[in-house]
């Protein structure tokens, strides 16, 4: 493996949220084949040590380690953190925010034949929005613990798990897509709060991903478009290899990475006020 640049001379430290399958999988083998330290944090304890262990074989130059962890629960998140920087010689290279469910293919927020209505089911909402802020949050937090003239041109890197059911109407799952746009405006709002601190910030959007999140019944999957996971693959590896992306939404389609810019400011006043909110938070 080439020594890395920028003054890094350690494997990276590295924490994958939902790490134990799916995209999640896919992500921390991708890491633990660079020869990082990689923690995969997960609520399935059993597939979680399994995959740790396996992967720890199939790649002995790496240090890989499981942390059961539910990712909604503030104080479980922070102690899992917490004991991995201490446990990675005090470092947070980069943090990949990507545990997430679906609604299982069935909303809960539409029911037009109830008599009484019921409250909608919000474990969607809680994992992939809650669970990634408070992902970003810690994050943060201990990459900037990092030097700060160390000669590094990134002090960590986040990539947070959308979706482009957070970039297109999702009829089928509102409250899943719903989790996703907020993770999209998560990343485009903070990547400007703390790029002065040189770390970075970026989602995935991936579309049709052969992975376990849409439920049992996977027949549908044969009549969709997948996208291979080695296209993702390669949409990390590009966020993580450019130390000026920040901010950026990658959407993941076919053996494309495209990367998708926000929206165009309506007009001049409205452009000017979004800046003046930004001055004022700075003041």
């Known amino acids: 493996m080439p020594a890395p640049a920028n003054g890094e001379t350690a494997p990276k430290s590295v924490i994958v949220t939902g790490g ?26 059993d597939s979680g040590a399994k995959v740790a262990a396996e992967l720890a074989t199939e790649y002995p130059q790496a240090t890989v380690s499981f942390k059961q962890c539910d990712v909604t629960l503030w104080d479980e998140q922070a102690a899992v953190f ?46 992939n929005l809650i669970g990634t802020i408070y992902s970003v949050k810690l994050a943060v937090h201990y990459m900037n613990k990092k030097p700060q003239d160390g000669g590094l041109s990134s002090r960590g890197s986040i990539i947070c798990t959308a979706s482009n059911a957070g970039l297109y109407p999702f009829p089928l799952a509102p409250l899943y897509a719903t989790s996703k746009f907020g993770v ?33 019944d996977e027949g549908f999957i044969s009549k969709m478009i997948v996208t291979p996971m080695s296209t993702l693959i390669r949409g990390v590896a590009d966020l993580i290899a450019d130390p000026s ?35 004022f938070a700075k003041a």
């Open 20 to 45: 134990a399958s799916g995209i999640g999988l896919a992500m921390s083998r991708y890491f633990a084949s660079l020869g990082s330290q990689v923690a995969i944090l997960d609520v399935n304890t």
């Open 82 to 127: 917490q004991e991995v920087y201490h446990g990675h010689s005090d470092r947070i290279d980069v943090v990949m925010a990507n545990a997430g469910v679906s609604e299982q293919g069935v909303t809960t927020i539409v029911d037009l034949g109830e008599d009484t209505p019921s409250p909608p089911k919000l474990k969607s909402l809680n994992i």
């Open 184 to 216: 999209v405006g998560l990343v485009r709002s903070t990547a400007r709060a703390i790029e002065e601190s040189r770390i970075q910030i970026n989602a995935l959007a991936p579309a049709v991903l052969e992975t376990n999140i849409g439920g049992p």
């Open 245 to 279: 992306l920040t901010g950026q939404v990658a959407e993941i389609h076919g053996n494309s990475v495209t990367i998708r810019p926000q929206h165009e400011f309506v007009d001049e006043d409205t452009e000017k006020n979004i800046e003046m909110f930004w001055n």
